[in-house]
């Protein structure tokens, strides 16, 4: 039986391949999409988010804007890692627009509508899922798993020397989180060795399409550069398909323990994750610790791949019919 999710995004190059890889599966229910500010700003995550979805025959999943800002901070974009519009190709524009309903009532709305039923991957800056939990405390009883890529708990950061990107530029909402809501943390720990082989991503993007621009995704770089960007060495992770394929694989192993983010000083976004082997204070989340790489890597490629086998070819005709009789 296929899984439900929510994913909540900042489209973003890795979070685009999480939401292919979501569209591409079987094993995967979208229920829906939200969005929020973070690799670029809330317009463009939003219609990145709008545009994978259609573009991959994904049309009936309704797509949230969520908050535009971090809960009490200014804005701090990664658009010199994912472009200045968040995506290395864009998929055509989108022709639905998103839904009227707010990305933080949506997730509530969509939990207390199927309890126990939803897994929600949150995978960008956490300001929905702490807005959601402002307004509904039980959230993390009403879903059946809350999966965040976030943090960097035994590793170096990437946005700082502790922290990582999404929990560097919304700490105040990662405290939250993590304080109130018990995730499932998949951090830098093992998000750093979710790479595709480089030979796999050059053959995708001399391919014809969805291939080419999934390499593109996968290179962080436009597909006519993609060479020259895994020329320069190992290829780029893709952090956020993580969440993704754990759910059909279970490639991941979690460990348990006490955490808090901080949210001050040079230290700000940084998870302390306590491992003392004496502390007294009780866990609050599980932490990604190990990963199976190379399932993870055949379970992502066997994945996308079949996107261009079974579906799209019959996706990419029916998205052109009513444009092309529009014009008759
Ligand atoms: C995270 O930061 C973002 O740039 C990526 O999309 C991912 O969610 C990795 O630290
Ligand atoms: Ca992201």
Redesign the pocket.
Same mark, same amino acid.
């Given at each position: 039986m296929a899984s439900s999710v929510l994913i909540d995004v900042?489209? !973003? @190059? =890795? =979070?685009a391949v999480l939401i292919a890889l979501a569209a591409a599966t079987e094993r995967l229910d979208i229920e829906a999409v939200t969005t929020v500010a &973070? @690799?670029v700003g809330l317009e463009h995550t939003t219609r990145n988010a709008r545009a994978i979805l259609e573009w991959l025959g994904e049309t009936d999943v309704p797509v949230a804007p969520g908050a535009d800002a971090p809960l009490v901070r200014e804005l701090e974009t $990664?658009s010199h890692? #994912?472009g200045p519009r968040g995506l290395h190709t864009q998929p055509p524009e989108p022709t639905a627009d998103p839904v009227a309903a707010a990305g933080a009532n949506v997730i509530v709305e969509r939990a207390r509508a199927n309890p126990g039923e939803l897994t929600l991957l949150a995978? &960008?800056p956490l300001t929905n899922v702490a807005l959601a939990l402002a307004l509904e405390p039980e959230l993390p009883e009403l879903l059946d798993d809350l999966q965040v890529? !976030?943090g960097a708990a035994f590793v170096t950061g @990437? $946005?700082s020397p502790t922290a990582?990107?999404?929990f560097y530029v919304d700490p105040e909402a990662a405290r939250r989180v993590v304080r109130q809501a018990g995730p499932k943390l998949v951090g830098?720990d093992v998000?750093n060795h979710t790479t595709v082989p480089s030979d796999t991503i050059r053959e995708w993007a001399s391919s014809d399409e969805p291939l080419r621009t999934l390499a593109s995704w996968l290179a962080y770089a436009a597909p006519e550069n993609v060479d020259d960007a895994l020329d320069e060495g190992t290829p780029p992770?893709v #952090? =956020?398909a993580t969440v993704g394929v754990d759910q059909l694989a279970d490639v991941l192993e979690f460990e348990s323990y006490p955490a808090e983010v901080e949210t001050y000083g040079s230290h700000r976004g940084a998870l302390a994750c306590d491992d003392r082997p004496r502390t007294d204070r009780e866990p609050n989340v599980e932490v990604a610790v190990d990963i199976d790489a190379s399932v993870f890597r055949a379970e992502l490629v066997d994945a996308l791949q079949s996107l261009n086998i079974e579906s799209w070819p019959a996706v990419q005709t029916r998205l052109s019919e009513p444009r092309s009789s529009m014009h008759s």
């Open positions: 900042d489209p !973003g @190059n =890795d =979070d &973070g @690799n $990664a890692v #994912h995978v &960008g890529m !976030g @990437n $946005a990582e990107y999404n830098l998000t992770r #952090h =956020d």
